[in-house]
């Protein structure tokens, strides 16, 4: 049995939401739900929802059988809907009840039975996604939108943080995996969000050569060797050396602990030989699994309970800033051989147990943190700055098909929002670090706004008019609105903190882009919603509605735009675009 709406007050055919939903609350605490908790919220992206917009949604509660039930007096009615579709519906006197399960699939809406506060109740929503409160400030080096609720590593899009970069390699369009700019510059700035919006990490240090005490490694056998130095390359920095077995089947050298909470792992360490890093874990079954960081391009690589990364393999030879946070390393193995329910427990009940170190090489702040929030954040800030082409482009190296046969892009190509959001992340690493690379890179990063989208750049123009950057740079062009406001906080970024000749440059885009966001904002508002892009206008068809959760982008990058123009068609077109979440309309004739 199912709860039921209340139609028959409203002569139209259509219901109201509205007043359907009080008939309804009143009705589901009288009526048997026995159904519903099995009952799906609609055709939610859950994790879209968990990763983007940063907060778990709410489950359904399990519940009681109501005793009220024999009560209730009521007849079974057919609705006819549309004169085309029929639906089962009970009749009580003068109301009419509707199963929720055809209003919701009907009008895409969501509702469940929650349990709390020692009763339940039906929850309706219009939507399933929530609009961040808006912050009081923006500025180019504080936290990037609401990014500091996103775990961009975590998602099932990401296969791993590679041991060479410490950067996600995304599965995005290709399962083989592509070092994909975005997520490598999200990633970035969530870390860098998290960083300013948490609590201080906790930093337990395991050695850093000063105290000159090694009493707590272990070494395997009488050959191996460990002892406190002073290197040629640090001046007043003792480190420690290491030598042992390269065989990952001996135990190496040994740090042993009881871990649970401080799980991020980071590290100086310099392999003279082909030696590897291993971090042992204990299993809630008492097991033993090891985690090997290895020399070699090997990216992941799962065989039983060792579970290996590669280094590069040019990585010998070079000292090395290793962060790694291992409960993620951990989790990205497992997903390799088995379901995501498992890979949480596992997860959950995974405790470090000992580091070791195999080979000849050395090795100095050994820590064991909560959070390394700013060293993950360099990474990305160091990968977008390497990686850089002569173009000051990030290229996606995969095909991507926006429509089809329609709107293609071969590999190669760049976005205008990958090029915006790592502008952000280098500016911010640049107001961090005051290294002038991060802003020479930033800046050269701007030329590919210069070039069309039909040279392979990613500029084009709306009706010949409005220049426009484009997320993705088709041919005909598709106009994303929210790859295209977050290239122009990019810009902004840049331009309020470049000097001369960089900041001239993002000024001038910056204030072209902003003209043309004025200019066709309202072009993407549907009156009950918001569209993703104008594919209706270029390609001729039906518009691609944004779905909530990108429909609350929207709004997070109005509200954060109107905090740095004053224009009101932000904050009145935010506070629209916030109403249609309730289901309210704008106006008809
Ligand atoms: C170095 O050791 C790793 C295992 O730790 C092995 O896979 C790799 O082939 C070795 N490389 C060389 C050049 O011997
Ligand atoms: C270890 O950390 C100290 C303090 O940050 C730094 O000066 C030193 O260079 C680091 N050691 C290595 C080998 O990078």
Same mark, same amino acid.
């Given at each position: 049995?199912?709860?039921?709406?209340?139609?028959?007050?409203?002569?139209?055919?259509?219901?109201?939401?509205?007043?359907?939903?009080?008939?309804?609350?009143?009705?589901?605490?009288?009526?048997?739900?026995?159904?519903?908790?099995?009952?799906?919220?609609?055709?939610?992206?859950?994790?879209?929802?968990?990763?983007?917009?940063?907060?778990?949604?709410?489950?359904?509660?399990?519940?009681?059988?109501?005793?009220?039930?024999?009560?209730?007096?009521?007849?079974?009615?057919?609705?006819?809907?549309?004169? !085309?579709?029929?639906?089962?519906?009970?009749?009580?006197?003068?109301?009419?009840?509707?199963?929720?399960?055809?209003?919701?699939?009907?009008?895409?809406?969501?509702?469940?039975?929650?349990?709390?506060?020692?009763?339940?109740?039906?929850?309706?929503?219009?939507?399933?996604?929530?609009?961040?409160?808006?912050?009081?400030?923006?500025?180019?080096?504080?936290?990037?939108?609401?990014? !500091?609720?996103? =775990?961009?590593? !975590?998602?099932?899009?990401?296969?791993?943080?590679?041991?060479?970069?410490?950067?996600?390699?995304?599965?995005?369009?290709?399962?083989?995996?592509?070092?994909?700019?975005?997520?490598?510059?999200?990633?970035?700035?969530?870390?860098?969000?998290?960083?300013?919006?948490?609590?201080?990490?906790?930093?337990?240090?395991?050695?850093?050569?000063?105290?000159?005490?090694?009493?707590?490694?272990?070494?395997?056998?009488?050959?191996?060797?460990?002892?406190?130095?002073?290197?040629?390359?640090?001046?007043?920095?003792?480190?420690?050396?290491?030598?042992?077995?390269?065989?990952?089947?001996?135990?190496?050298? @040994?740090?042993?602990?009881?871990?649970?909470?401080? @799980?991020?792992?980071?590290?100086?360490?310099?392999?003279?030989?082909?030696?590897?890093?291993?971090?042992?874990?204990? @299993?809630?079954?008492? =097991?033993?699994?090891?985690?090997?960081?290895?020399?070699?391009?090997?990216?992941?690589?799962?065989?039983?309970?060792?579970?290996?990364?590669?280094?590069?393999?040019?990585?010998?030879?070079?000292?090395?800033?290793?962060?790694?946070?291992?409960?993620?390393?951990?989790?990205?193995?497992?997903?390799?051989?088995?379901?995501?329910?498992?890979?949480?427990?596992?997860?959950?009940?995974?405790?470090?147990?000992?580091?070791?170190?195999?080979?000849?090489?050395?090795?100095?702040?050994?820590?064991?943190?909560?959070?390394? $929030?700013?060293? $993950?954040?360099?990474?990305?800030?160091?990968?977008?700055?390497?990686?850089?082409?002569?173009?000051?482009?990030?290229?996606?190296?995969?095909?991507?098909?926006?429509?089809?046969?329609?709107?293609?892009?071969?590999?190669?190509?760049?976005?205008?929002?990958?090029?915006?959001?790592?502008?952000?992340?280098?500016?911010?690493?640049?107001?961090?670090?005051?290294?002038?690379?991060?802003?020479?890179?930033?800046?050269?990063?701007?030329?590919?706004?210069?070039?069309?989208?039909?040279?392979?750049?990613?500029?084009?123009?709306?009706?010949?008019?409005?220049?426009?950057?484009?997320?993705?740079?088709?041919?005909?062009?598709?106009?994303?609105?929210?790859?295209?406001?977050?290239?122009?906080?990019?810009?902004?970024?840049?331009? !309020?903190?470049?000097?001369?000749?960089?900041?001239?440059?993002?000024?001038?885009?910056?204030?072209?882009?902003?003209?043309?966001?004025?200019?066709?904002?309202?072009?993407?508002?549907?009156?009950?919603?918001?569209?993703?892009?104008?594919? $209706?206008?270029?390609?001729?068809?039906?518009?691609?509605?944004?779905?909530?959760?990108?429909?609350?982008?929207?709004?997070?990058?109005?509200?954060?735009?109107?905090?740095?123009?004053?224009?009101?068609?932000?904050?009145? @077109?935010?506070?629209?675009?916030?109403?249609?979440?309730?289901?309210?309309?704008?106006?008809?004739?």
């Amino acid at each position: 049995m199912l709860p039921w709406v209340d139609v028959y007050k409203h002569t139209m055919a259509r219901v109201s939401i509205k007043s359907a939903i009080i008939s309804l609350g009143i009705f589901s605490m009288m009526v048997t739900v026995y159904q519903w908790g099995s009952c799906d919220i609609g055709h939610r992206d859950d994790n879209f929802y968990r990763e983007n917009v940063g907060f778990q949604p709410r489950v359904a509660q399990s519940f009681k059988e109501n005793s009220n039930k024999n009560t209730l007096k009521y007849k079974e009615i057919e609705c006819v809907i549309n004169g !085309e579709d029929s639906q089962k519906c009970r009749r009580e006197a003068k109301e009419v009840y509707m199963p929720f399960s055809f209003i919701q699939k009907y009008f895409e809406v969501y509702g469940s039975i929650e349990s709390y506060d020692g009763y339940e109740r039906f929850e309706f929503q219009h939507s399933y996604s929530k609009v961040h409160p808006i912050p009081e400030e923006y500025s180019p080096g504080g936290i990037f939108m609401s990014f !500091e609720f996103y =775990n961009v590593e !975590e998602r099932n899009r990401v296969k791993c943080l590679t041991g060479q970069y410490g950067v996600p390699m995304s599965t995005q369009w290709t399962s083989s995996g592509h070092y994909y700019p975005i997520q490598i510059a999200q990633f970035g700035l969530s870390h860098y969000s998290k960083h300013l919006a948490g609590p201080k990490p906790k930093v337990q240090v395991l050695e850093d050569g000063e105290s000159g005490d090694t009493s707590e490694w272990l070494l395997p056998d009488r050959r191996s060797q460990l002892a406190v130095k002073t290197d040629v390359d640090f001046t007043d920095n003792s480190i420690i050396e290491f030598d042992t077995s390269e065989n990952l089947k001996n135990p190496g050298i @040994t740090i042993s602990m009881d871990e649970k909470k401080l @799980t991020t792992l980071s590290l100086d360490i310099k392999f003279i030989s082909n030696g590897s890093l291993t971090v042992l874990l204990r @299993t809630g079954d008492g =097991n033993l699994f090891r985690i090997h960081y290895v020399l070699g391009d090997t990216l992941i690589y799962l065989q039983k309970r060792d579970l290996y990364y590669g280094l590069g393999s040019k990585a010998r030879g070079k000292w090395l800033h290793i962060t790694r946070m291992v409960m993620v390393d951990f989790q990205k193995g497992l997903a390799l051989s088995m379901s995501k329910s498992k890979v949480a427990k596992f997860k959950r009940n995974a405790r470090i147990a000992a580091i070791c170190l195999r080979g000849h090489g050395l090795v100095d702040n050994v820590t064991l943190s909560s959070a390394a $929030h700013l060293e $993950h954040f360099f990474d990305a800030a160091n990968y977008l700055v390497n990686q850089q082409d002569d173009q000051g482009g990030w290229p996606i190296m995969v095909q991507r098909k926006l429509v089809p046969a329609v709107l293609e892009l071969d590999a190669g190509w760049y976005s205008a929002m990958g090029q915006g959001q790592s502008i952000s992340l280098l500016v911010r690493a640049y107001i961090v670090s005051k290294d002038q690379k991060y802003l020479d890179a930033a800046e050269r990063a701007l030329d590919v706004f210069e070039i069309k989208s039909g040279d392979g750049g990613v500029l084009t123009k709306f009706a010949g008019v409005y220049d426009w950057y484009e997320e993705y740079p088709t041919t005909p062009s598709s106009y994303v609105l929210n790859g295209f406001i977050y290239s122009l906080l990019g810009l902004y970024d840049l331009k !309020e903190v470049a000097s001369g000749k960089g900041a001239a440059h993002a000024t001038r885009l910056f204030d072209v882009g902003m003209k043309t966001l004025k200019n066709m904002l309202l072009m993407f508002d549907s009156g009950s919603g918001t569209f993703y892009d104008l594919r $209706h206008l270029t390609l001729g068809g039906a518009p691609n509605r944004a779905r909530w959760d990108y429909h609350t982008v929207h709004i997070n990058q109005l509200n954060l735009l109107s905090l740095i123009d004053n224009d009101p068609l932000f904050t009145t @077109t935010a506070k629209r675009w916030t109403d249609y979440m309730k289901g309210k309309l704008s106006p008809h004739n």
